[in-house]
């Protein structure tokens, strides 16, 4: 329905842009205040907010030049699964020191449900942050395409897909997946088993990936029932490690996709009577205290997690402010630790 020529719903930024007639990305840069805006552009813009009404007050600060100073660092994890993983708090850790050199406030969020989700998604729509940090993203999380439909800028931690459209920093989890299988390849093991993470998670499929060209490398037979699916937890990694004892009782190496399953994957081998790395070698994602602290200690392939979250910030503060020249898509190379457990 329309009034007086003009639709009775709230106005989209895709409107904004058809009215303005420039490009979407053009109506969100000049919102969020970018320097790299053509007066003409601004002022296109700005007619097409005044004549559509899309968020008025936010389109009013904006244009003025002010902001926030506030950042949402969002991860849809429970507060157990927070503080029992260590890559979360390194994430933290980075992007937090980041933004306090840069004299910005950290809004940390964990969505545990539909009703926290509902909560936030009424908090960004009232323009309360100038960007957002997205954290352990599923491939069918709608948070990122909201945050997006509402103009603020976002940088995932990683990508949702290879043809992730969005800015990102990521590490080469099939790199990881690839060395720490010829590893194992190089130190005899034959069978060679993986545990994945939940493989709506692009990371999780790359790491899968990885692994699979580590084994056809090597020239050794690819084997399905060698590969089980957990969820990056602790407990995940002992239920997959079960499985894959039970359906291949001859493996003798084992890669973890995180270094969280790789120590629940530990227990379930001491408990059948398997010693590592002697009847069975071990391999982790992460190098994280958890492999250094393992008995015996984890060969672990290194993400540089810290530097991830430090880089994200640095992203999304370009993408807020419009400036810098670093990219907006970051693939952060991976290290293989070897410890006693191979």
Known sequence: MAVSGRQTGRPTLEEVAARAGVGRGTVSRVINGSPRVSDRAKEAVGQAIAELGYVPNRAARALAGARTDAVALVIPETEARLFAEPYFLDIIRGVSAELADADMQL??????????????????????????LLVSVHGDDPLPDLVQALGLPAVLNGRRSEAEPGAYVDSDNV???????????ERGRRRIATITGPLDMYVAQCRLDGYRQGVEAAGLDPDER?????????????????????????????????????????????????????????????????????????????????????????VLLQEITGTGTDPRQVVLPTELVVRDST
Do not use: N, W
């Open 175 to 185: 790199g990881a997946g690839r060395s720490a299988v010829g590893h194992l390849a």
């Open 226 to 314: 060698l590969v089980a699916t957990a969820d990056f937890t602790e407990e995940g990694g002992r239920r997959a490690m079960r499985a894959l004892l039970d359906r291949c009782p001859d493996l003798d190496g084992v890669f973890a996709a995180s270094d969280v399953m790789a120590a629940g994957a530990r227990g379930v081998l001491r408990d059948a009577g398997r010693r590592v790395p002697d009847d069975v070698a071990l391999v982790g994602v992460d190098d994280s205290a958890v492999a250094r602290l393992m008995e015996p200690a984890l060969t672990s392939v290194r993400q540089p997690i810290e530097d991830m979250g430090r880089r994200m910030a640095r």
């Open 107 to 132: 809004l940390l969020t964990l969505i545990r449900s539909s009703k926290e989700r509902q909560r936030f998604e009424q908090y960004l729509a009232a323009q309360r942050v100038d960007g957002v």
